[in-house]
């Protein structure tokens, strides 16, 4: 760390002490504004925005207490140490339940104390801000990735955090779903199965339903992950639209369908075609051999019709193009009608 790029605001209503602790201060390298009291140092501290404020904690008018609520307040981010001839404990633990990021006492006369002290608080200030930046990127991902996320808590599995496309999914804002039952959106048919029986292991892969707002259920792939949130047992859920999947499956079960339609009408015609053409051929000269008054002549005809008819069905069968079906009494048969006829 540069010290000369650092600014320390100094605020203490005793001359003394604020000149000898901004002496040290600047001997350290840090650029050093003092203030003489609680109002000029709050002026000082918005117009020139410094890297550390250190106060005095008893001054007229406005005292470090109220200094440093309104820092905190305006900028949480910036390190505050109070000063104080006193190291009453009640005063410390005041001061850093009001924020305070530490506290020393009058006279500060050892310079390495007062360069560790500030250079503690700068670090812990580091930190703070690369934990604020380490969120803010999480928060971007959490916010954009193409999938629906919800932390739902362990024990009565409400809603707690929502991302925009969870929201999305559902059709309402994220905030009218937080608190509500996850199993409200996420299989509501089996609410019994959200979070999923087998939840205890650390991570749970299923296949579940989504009910939108709208009342429309769309299949979902779920992914439940167990952990901890600031102490309490949560479960991470990221789920993902597949009615294009499920769609396409579909798609392909029909048209494996199709194609066991079409061998099979192929192996009929093949095997049927044959003896088809026999009975024809023994009818032709049997009517040949008794002619066309002969007493069975027209029952012989009907036969010849028939088979040819059923020649014309089997021929169809070798046409079959697309995967039809009728009613047919309490179930359904392919229509051979339908199914053979050249795709419009």
Not at 18 to 43: K, Q, S, W
Not at 301 to 316: A, D, S
Request: include cysteine; charge should be negative; charged fraction near 25%.
């Amino acid at each position: 760390m540069d010290p000369s790029a650092k600014t320390i605001l100094v605020i203490d209503d005793e001359s003394i002490f604020r000149t000898i602790i901004g002496r040290m201060l600047e001997n350290l390298g840090f650029h050093v504004t003092i203030a003489p009291d609680g109002v000029t140092g709050l002026e000082l501290y918005r117009q020139l925005v410094p890297d550390l404020v250190m106060v005095d904690l008893f001054m007229p008018d406005i005292d470090g207490f109220k200094v440093l609520t309104t820092i905190r307040d305006q900028s949480p981010e910036t390190p505050v140490v109070v000063i104080s001839a006193t190291d009453r404990i009640g005063d410390v633990i005041q001061t850093l339940r009001l924020g305070a990021w530490d506290f020393i006492t009058k006279p500060v006369q050892d310079q390495v104390f007062l360069e560790n002290t500030v250079l503690r608080a700068f670090e812990k200030a580091d930190l703070k801000v690369e934990n604020r930046l380490f969120r803010e990127r999480i928060q971007t991902i959490v916010d954009t990735v193409p999938c629906g996320i919800v932390v739902v808590d362990a024990t009565d599995q409400t809603i707690m955090e929502v991302n925009p496309m969870a929201a999305n999914m559902v059709g309402l804002p994220a905030v009218d779903m937080i608190g509500r039952q996850s199993s409200g959106f996420i299989y509501p048919d089996k609410p019994q199965a959200c979070p999923p029986e087998n939840a205890d292991s650390t991570r749970v892969n299923s296949e579940q339903i989504l009910l939108k707002t709208d009342g429309i259920h769309i299949p979902i792939h779920k992914t439940v992950m167990r952990t901890d949130i600031e102490g309490r047992a949560c479960m991470i859920e990221s789920f993902v639209d597949i009615s294009e999947h499920k769609q396409a499956q579909r798609e392909l079960l029909e048209r494996k369908k199709m194609q066991g339609v079409i061998e099979m009408a192929g192996a009929v015609w093949h095997e049927m075609n044959q003896p088809l053409q026999i009975v024809s051929g023994l009818c032709e000269l049997i009517l040949m051999d008794a002619g066309d008054n002969g007493p069975f002549a027209d029952r012989l005809k009907t036969i010849r019709r028939q088979v040819g008819e059923m020649g014309r069905i089997t021929g169809k069968l070798m046409g079959i193009t697309r995967y039809r079906t009728k009613e047919h009494l309490e179930d359904r048969i392919i229509d051979i009608d339908q199914a053979s006829e050249a795709e419009p």
